[in-house]
């Protein structure tokens, strides 16, 4: 595959790309670490070592626990892409 930017847009590119995927790796780890302790906690209530639940109490918190696997794999598969992009973009330089 030809480059049909010039050497210097090029390298600005991937520098562009580097610098989102420094800003999106810092932004995960950060949304990663708080949904680490809330669906830690979600657990925790879920296994009722504080104490039973009632069903409706058990169906909310499998809510979050549903929506915090969402976020995470969300995430995950942001950054995969973004790495891509970026590998992608390095190879055409």
């Known amino acids: ?3 049909l930017l010039p050497v210097n847009e090029s390298r600005r590119l991937v520098e562009l790309c580097l610098q989102m995927e420094q800003f999106t790796s810092k932004l995960a780890h950060d949304l990663l670490g708080a949904l680490q ?18 069903p409706e109490q058990l169906e ?6 549903v929506g915090a696997r969402g976020v ?9 892409q973004l790495l891509e992009l970026i590998q992608s973009q390095s190879k055409l330089q």
């Open 1 to 3: 595959m030809q480059n």
């Open 37 to 54: 302790v809330i669906t830690g906690y979600a657990d925790l209530l879920a296994g009722e070592t504080k104490g039973l639940l009632e």
């Open 60 to 65: 909310c918190l499998n809510f979050i626990q």
């Open 72 to 80: 995470r794999d969300t995430i995950e598969h942001g950054q995969a």
